[in-house]
């Protein structure tokens, strides 16, 4: 499987692709690393007739702490978000949702901003940010502006980042004391999760986001209630699947979806502590 | 568009399109055929080549992205006549049957030693979770890793 020919681009930086961007329009895409856009393009699903390689901005790959947030760049590896420290201890269920994506070698080249940037309601990465309360920085030709997580996803592999825009950065709470676990059921190790849950209580804050049970990445809002008002873990769950409309494929009906995010809603919140 | 990269060392820079994929380029233009293609979807592994040291599919990746980094291939592995400890713990282990997915299995074993250099067996089972063996032959797979691991202590 070949790609259909495009022209292809180098970004030097940020500025610089943002200016390529301009220039090409609806006719280019960013390639970060490659591992949600390439895949497309072998199928031929993406026929981008520009690829804008954004793979080199070494100075959009880090993990650093900024008062009450950590920020992470979007160019930052699955690796090395994975393996850092101060994800670890700051947003452990990020790292822990992190380390489920995709197999070691996807890991060494998918990086977090472009695993957000695709919008697939069956990534991992997705719910772990909702869980968290993250907001993703999008810069563009007139700046940056920073967009809360629950604003981000707008549909089916659609974000809130513009044709001529740019995801730089994804700012967590700090929540070292949270506690949180994450739920992916799959078939195989490697797999795509027929159902995800990953769920983050620091004190009286509940997060909960779902892997694969709508047209895009989303936050269960009716466990988060419940939780906040008391509610036992099994009783909170039961509402999991409330209102949501869950894809039916080869591996999961739309009721065994429903479910699995009951189930997995369920023992996210115990191991959680909850 | 001249592509240039060192793969085993050796400086290889050939005039492709940007649509080329790694594999292709190793296979076909740097006439290293021990890199295998399997699925193409970057899930069976076959394809698993170190770009800077670290296992990748060549399948999911452009020749251009490698353009400038130091590729690595099964080739790239022995000294001479002298076999990778890897390579040596899957011969003493018969760590393969028909011998498809072996040259990716390695590549990653290695690349998961360079991180995980004591393994447990849980550990090898989950760190070569991107790499298939139709054979289902993981069991003496797991073995040789873990003699590798051993043999590097």
Redo the contacts between chains.
């Keep these: 499987?070949?790609?259909?020919?495009?022209?292809?681009e180098?970004a030097t930086s940020a500025e610089h692709a943002l200016s390529l961007l301009a220039e090409h329009g609806d006719e280019a895409k960013l390639?970060a690393g490659?591992?949600s856009l390439?895949?497309l393009?072998?199928?031929r699903l993406a026929t981008p007739a520009v690829?804008v390689?954004i793979?080199r901005l070494t100075d959009l790959s880090y993990v650093r702490e900024d008062g009450d947030v950590l920020a992470i760049g979007a160019l930052t590896r699955h690796?090395d978000v994975e393996t850092s420290d101060l994800v670890r201890s700051q947003v452990g269920l990020l790292a822990a949702a992190t380390s489920k994506v995709?197999?070691?070698?996807?890991r060494?080249?998918g990086t977090l901003g472009g695993a957000l940037a695709h919008g697939d309601p069956a990534s991992d990465l997705p719910a772990a940010i909702i869980a968290l309360g993250g907001s993703m920085v999008i810069q563009g030709p007139s700046g940056s502006r920073e967009v809360p997580v629950d604003d981000f996803f707008t549909g089916f592999l659609e974000t809130a980042i513009g044709e001529d825009e740019l995801l730089t950065e994804v700012r967590i709470p700090k929540a070292p004391e949270a506690t949180w676990s994450f739920q992916k059921f799959n078939r195989r190790?490697?797999d795509w999760a027929i159902v995800g849950a990953a769920v983050m209580v620091d004190g009286d804050r509940c997060g909960v986001g779902l892997v694969n049970m709508d047209s895009r990445p989303v936050r269960a809002g009716g466990v988060e209630a419940a939780i906040a008002s008391g509610a036992s873990a099994a009783d909170a769950a039961a509402s999991a699947a409330d209102g949501l409309e869950p894809p039916s494929d080869l591996n999961a009906g739309v009721d065994y979806r429903c479910h699995l995010a009951r189930v997995l809603t369920r023992r996210g919140l115990e191991e959680a502590g909850r | 568009?001249q592509v240039s990269m060192t793969i085993n060392g050796a400086d290889v820079s050939h005039d492709v399109?940007?649509?080329t994929?790694l594999v292709?380029f190793i296979r076909e233009d740097a006439g290293l055929t021990g890199t295998n293609i399997g699925c193409?979807?970057?899930?069976c592994?076959a394809c698993?080549i170190h770009?800077n040291g670290?296992?990748?599919?060549s399948?999911?990746?452009?020749a251009?992205?490698a353009d400038g980094q130091d590729v690595t291939t099964i080739e790239g592995l022995a000294d001479g006549e002298t076999l990778h400890p890897m390579q040596q713990a899957f011969h003493e282990c018969h760590a393969l049957q028909c011998g498809y997915c072996t040259p990716g299995m390695v590549m990653?074993a290695v690349?998961?030693l360079d991180?995980v250099p004591d393994p447990t067996e849980a550990e090898v089972r989950?760190?070569l979770?991107?790499?298939l063996c139709r054979c289902t032959g993981y069991h003496n797979i797991v073995a040789a890793v873990l003699q590798a691991a051993g043999g590097a202590r």
């Design positions: 499987m070949i790609p259909v020919a495009f022209e292809y180098l390639l490659g591992h390439l895949p393009m072998k199928y690829v390689d793979g690796r995709g197999d070691p070698q996807v060494h080249r190790a490697q | 568009m399109e940007p649509r994929l292709h193409d979807s970057s899930s592994g698993t770009v670290e296992a990748v599919k399948c999911t990746m452009l251009v992205q990653a690349s998961l991180e989950e760190g979770e991107g790499n």
